[in-house]
């Protein structure tokens, strides 16, 4: 009997394809792999400049991760197929820039330059004209910002075709079909035994992965909510900035992730707004307002693209894997963090985990919200 992974966002792909690698027979189910969140994902792998006063655990989990990704990135190419290695899912390491413009903002990035000194964690403080050292393109109006070097960025459309392809090779069956129910021996809350699809087919399983991201709070009883992110992707010829800029405008906050082939991607707001997917002008304009408030430049690339995903979030920001009673374990709840956290979280599903690593499976335990049946 197979272990059935509900979900083909990048980490429903990216626990199947580490299952699949150790030999456990495995069937992905859902209905537009590679879709949703991740296809709309802007792919920061940026822990350090994601830092928050209240998400310290989020931050052990995502720095953990983030050391997993280049020799992910590697394997991941290997099997997939593609001659450029790692650069094939354009896994780059520039870090990241976040940039101030008022007094304010000043006082909010030395505080947080402080917050980061205390953490351990390797960021340097620079004057506007440093900035604009660094990146040529920034409004004359930045003041000053911090750089974390060792943060990185990834493709996530590129990662996602690249575990389809792995799978593939692995001959991983994909079902595209979605899963209305998971099903259990013994009642309601009995093990879960395998899955039903949406046209009436069953599949047995050894264990249910449950990855269904937004959708994971209908299958089962996780605390797991959409959040709506609008994006947008433009393009030039030459690339307009060398690493991520990040910066928060009227209050809101902005990143720019540039590409290896000259696309910008811009995102990205954050709506409470159920499953809603519509993109909506206000929102873009708001977007393309904030980016030219960094990066003058913005206007005049073509714009190439316009999604809306639903990231999926818990009510403490850190996701939630782990087993979660007999037969079912949960990899969801991964909010903004779904491309960086999917190595590690791949790896805890997977056994692979261990020592410092291993520790951090209690962060993100199901056992935190109690019994979820």
């Known amino acids: 009997m197979v272990e059935v992974i509900v979900g083909g966002g990048v980490v429903g792909l990216s626990v ?17 792999p590679a879709g949703g969140a991740s296809h709309a994902a802007a792919g920061m792998l940026a822990p350090v400049s994601e830092v928050t006063y209240t998400e310290e655990p989020l931050l052990r989990l995502g720095l953990a991760s983030l050391r997993r990704w280049p020799a992910f990135a590697a394997e991941l190419a290997a099997d997939a197929g593609l001659p450029e290695g790692a650069r094939g899912v354009d896994l780059r390491a520039e870090g990241t820039l976040d940039v101030a413009f008022g007094a304010d903002d000043l006082a909010a990035l030395d505080e947080l330059a402080a917050f980061m000194d205390k953490l351990g964690l390797p960021v340097e403080r620079l004057t506007g004209r440093e900035c604009r050292r660094l990146e040529p393109m920034l409004a004359p109006s930045v003041r000053g910002g911090l750089l ?12 996602t075709a690249a575990l389809l392809a792995a799978l593939e090779r692995l001959d991983v069956p994909l079902v595209r079909a979605r899963v209305t129910t998971l099903l259990r021996a013994d009642g309601p809350a009995g093990r879960v035994t395998g899955v039903r699809l949406e046209e009436g087919a069953e599949l047995p399983a050894t264990t249910v992965v449950l990855a269904a991201g937004a959708w994971s709070a209908a299958l089962a009883g996780v605390p797991v909510r959409p959040v709506k992110g ?21 209050g809101s906050p902005v990143y720019l992730v540039p590409r290896g082939d000259g696309e910008l991607v811009v995102g990205a707001t954050q709506e409470e707004l159920g499953f809603d997917t519509r993109v909506t002008a206000g929102g873009l304009y708001e977007l393309l307002r904030d980016a030219r408030e960094l990066v003058p430049g913005v206007t005049e ?58 520790g951090l499976a209690a962060l993100c335990s199901p056992a935190r919200f109690g019994e979820i049946a």
Not at 16 to 32: E, F, N, S
Not at 148 to 159: I, K, L, Q, S
Not at 240 to 250: E, I, K, Q, Y
């Open 301 to 358: 690339l073509e714009l190439a693209d316009v999604v809306a995903g639903l990231r999926p979030g818990t009510p403490d920001n850190v996701p939630i894997v782990g087993p979660a009673g007999d037969g079912l374990v949960l990899a969801t709840g991964h909010h903004r963090g779904g491309v960086l956290l999917a190595p590690l979280t791949a790896a805890l599903v997977a056994g692979e985990a261990g020592g410092e690593e291993g």
């Open 16 to 32: 199947a394809w580490r299952l699949a690698r150790a030999g456990r027979p495995v069937t992905v189910v859902d209905p537009d």
């Open 230 to 250: 609008q994006i947008l992707r433009l393009r030039s010829p030459q690339p307009l900035l060398t690493r991520c800029v990040r910066g928060s405008v009227h």
């Open 148 to 159: 974390a070097a060792g943060d990185a960025w990834v493709d996530p459309r590129r990662v």
